[in-house]
C-alpha cells in the first residue's frame, strides 16, 4: 500500500513539475514587446473601404487556421522573412496554427492580387488545378471584401530581414558595379530588358501577372509589394543573377551580364511599392486595376568607365 502511495505521489509531483515548467512559468515570465512589422490590420485600408479587422475575425470563424499556418521558421525559405515572438502580442486568438495543409500565409499580403484571392476563395480549383482547399462561395461580398482586405495585410509591415543574405562575394559585384542604379536612363535602359526578359512572368507592371504566371505552381514575385521598399542593391542583383531555388525563376547570370543586370536592378528599384489594390464587389473580378508606372527618360545610358570590367 505504501508503494503505491508513493508512486502515486511521485506522479502527481512530476505532472504538475512539468506543467509549471512549461506551462505556467512561461505564461508569467514570457512577455514579448510588441514588433514593428507586428501585422497591421486595425488600421482601416486606404483604397476600399472593406474592414480588415472583421476580416480576421471571419477567417477565425470559417477556421482557416486548421489547414494554414502564420509563422515562418528559418528553414521556410518560399514563405519570407521569419517571424518573431513579439508579432503576435495584440493577436488573440493567435493564429499560428499547428497544421500545412495549405501553405503558410504570413507574408501572403501582396503575394496575389486581390481578385485572384476572391477568384481563389470562391472556387479554388478555378485558379488553383487540384487543390483541395474548400470553396468559401457562400461568403456575402462584405465578409469576402473584408476577408481578403485581412489577407493583404499579412506580411505587410514585415521588414525585410536577410534570412537569405547575399553571399560575401556580392560585396565585390558591387565594389565593381560600373552603372549607376540610381540614374533614370540606367533605369530606362533596364526597363527594356525586363519588357524582354521577365514580363512574361512579372507582368509589364510588376505584379507578378504576366501571361506565363497562370501555369506556373510557384507564382512570379510581385515587385510592387511595400515588402520590396528595403532591398538593397546587392541583394536585388544577388536574387537576379542566382534565380530563386525550387521556382521556375531563372539563373539570370547565365545569359545576361553583369552591366544588364544592373540596369535591372536600377528598374526594379523604381516600381511603385505600395501598391495595395482591393476589390470589393464580386463582379469587379475582372477589373484591371492601373499601376502608375514610372515616366523614365529616354536617354542612352554611358557606363561609368574605369574600374574592374566584367568580360
Ligand atoms: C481543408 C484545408 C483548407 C482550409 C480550411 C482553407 N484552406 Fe486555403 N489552402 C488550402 C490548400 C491545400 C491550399 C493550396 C492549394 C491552393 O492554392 O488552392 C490553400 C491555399 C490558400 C491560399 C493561396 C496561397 C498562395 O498564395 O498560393 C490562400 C490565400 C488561402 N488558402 C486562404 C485561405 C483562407 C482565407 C481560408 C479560410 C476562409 C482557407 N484558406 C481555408 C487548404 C485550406
Ligand atoms: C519563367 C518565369 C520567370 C521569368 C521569365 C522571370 N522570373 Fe523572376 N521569379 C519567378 C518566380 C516563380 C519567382 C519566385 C517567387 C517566389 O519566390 O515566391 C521569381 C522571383 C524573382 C525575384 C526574387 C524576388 C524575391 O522575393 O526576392 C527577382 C528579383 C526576380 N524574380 C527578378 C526577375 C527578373 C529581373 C527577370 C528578368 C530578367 C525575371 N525575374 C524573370 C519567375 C520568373
Given at each position: 500500500?505504501?508503494?503505491?502511495?508513493?508512486?502515486?505521489?511521485?506522479i502527481?509531483?512530476?505532472?504538475?513539475?512539468?506543467?509549471?515548467?512549461?506551462?505556467?512559468l512561461?505564461?508569467v515570465?514570457?512577455?514579448?514587446?510588441k514588433t514593428?512589422?507586428?501585422?497591421n490590420?486595425?488600421?482601416?485600408?486606404?483604397v476600399t473601404?472593406?474592414?480588415?479587422?472583421?476580416?480576421?475575425?471571419?477567417?477565425?470563424?470559417?477556421?482557416c487556421?486548421y489547414?494554414?499556418?502564420?509563422?515562418?521558421?528559418?528553414?521556410?525559405?518560399?514563405?519570407?522573412p521569419?517571424v518573431?515572438a513579439?508579432?503576435?502580442?495584440?493577436?488573440?486568438?493567435?493564429?499560428?496554427?499547428?497544421?500545412?495543409?495549405?501553405?503558410d500565409l504570413?507574408?501572403?499580403?501582396?503575394?496575389?492580387?486581390?481578385?485572384?484571392q476572391?477568384?481563389?476563395?470562391?472556387e479554388?480549383?478555378a485558379?488553383?488545378?487540384?487543390?483541395?482547399?474548400?470553396?468559401f462561395s457562400?461568403?456575402s461580398?462584405?465578409?469576402?471584401?473584408?476577408?481578403?482586405?485581412?489577407?493583404?495585410?499579412?506580411?505587410?509591415?514585415?521588414?525585410?530581414?536577410?534570412?537569405?543574405?547575399?553571399?560575401?562575394?556580392?560585396?565585390?559585384?558591387?565594389?565593381?558595379?560600373?552603372?549607376?542604379?540610381?540614374?533614370?536612363?540606367?533605369?530606362?535602359?533596364?526597363?527594356?530588358?525586363?519588357?524582354?526578359n521577365?514580363?512574361?512572368?512579372?507582368?509589364?507592371?510588376?505584379?507578378?501577372?504576366?501571361?506565363?504566371?497562370?501555369?506556373?505552381?510557384?507564382?512570379?514575385?510581385?515587385?510592387?509589394r511595400?515588402f520590396?521598399?528595403?532591398?538593397?542593391?546587392d541583394?536585388?542583383?544577388y536574387?537576379?543573377r542566382?534565380?530563386?531555388?525550387?521556382t521556375?525563376?531563372?539563373?539570370?547570370?547565365?545569359?545576361?551580364?553583369?552591366?544588364?543586370?544592373?540596369?535591372?536592378?536600377?528598374?526594379?528599384r523604381?516600381?511603385?511599392?505600395?501598391?495595395?489594390?482591393?476589390?470589393?464587389?464580386?463582379d469587379?473580378?475582372?477589373?484591371?486595376?492601373?499601376?502608375?508606372?514610372?515616366?523614365l527618360s529616354?536617354?542612352?545610358?554611358?557606363?561609368?568607365t574605369?574600374?574592374?570590367?566584367?568580360?
Amino acid at each position: 500500500m505504501n508503494g503505491y502511495r508513493l508512486g502515486a505521489t511521485g506522479i502527481i509531483i512530476t505532472f504538475f513539475t512539468i506543467i509549471t515548467a512549461t506551462v505556467l512559468l512561461p505564461m508569467v515570465l514570457f512577455n514579448p514587446t510588441k514588433t514593428v512589422q507586428a501585422n497591421n490590420y486595425t488600421e482601416p485600408s486606404l483604397v476600399t473601404d472593406a474592414d480588415p479587422d472583421r476580416g480576421r475575425k471571419i477567417y477565425v470563424r470559417e477556421g482557416c487556421v486548421y489547414c494554414h499556418t502564420q509563422f515562418t521558421r528559418l528553414q521556410d525559405r518560399g514563405y519570407g522573412p521569419l517571424v518573431h515572438a513579439g508579432d503576435y502580442v495584440d493577436e488573440t486568438p493567435h493564429q499560428l496554427g499547428t497544421a500545412r495543409t495549405g501553405p503558410d500565409l504570413t507574408n501572403e499580403g501582396g503575394r496575389m492580387s486581390s481578385e485572384w484571392q476572391k477568384a481563389h476563395l470562391v472556387e479554388p480549383r478555378a485558379v488553383k488545378p487540384g487543390s483541395i482547399m474548400p470553396s468559401f462561395s457562400y461568403l456575402s461580398h462584405n465578409d469576402m471584401a473584408d476577408l481578403v482586405a485581412y489577407l493583404q495585410t499579412l506580411g505587410n509591415s514585415r521588414k525585410v530581414e536577410h534570412y537569405v543574405e547575399a553571399p560575401e562575394e556580392y560585396k565585390s559585384f558591387l565594389a565593381r558595379k560600373k552603372v549607376d542604379t540610381e540614374s533614370d536612363a540606367a533605369a530606362n535602359a533596364g526597363r527594356g530588358i525586363y519588357t524582354q526578359n521577365c514580363a512574361v512572368c512579372h507582368g509589364l507592371e510588376g505584379l507578378g501577372n504576366g501571361p506565363n504566371s497562370i501555369s506556373l505552381e510557384k507564382k512570379p514575385a510581385n515587385f510592387t509589394r511595400a515588402f520590396y521598399k528595403q532591398y538593397p542593391d546587392d541583394f536585388w542583383f544577388y536574387r537576379v543573377r542566382e534565380g530563386v531555388a525550387g521556382t521556375r525563376m531563372p539563373k539570370w547570370g547565365e545569359t545576361l551580364s553583369e552591366e544588364q543586370m544592373w540596369y535591372l536592378v536600377a528598374y526594379l528599384r523604381t516600381l511603385p511599392k505600395d501598391q495595395e489594390e482591393v476589390v470589393s464587389r464580386i463582379d469587379q473580378l475582372n477589373k484591371i486595376t492601373p499601376v502608375e508606372l514610372p515616366r523614365l527618360s529616354n536617354q542612352v545610358y554611358e557606363p561609368k568607365t574605369g574600374g574592374a570590367g566584367e568580360e
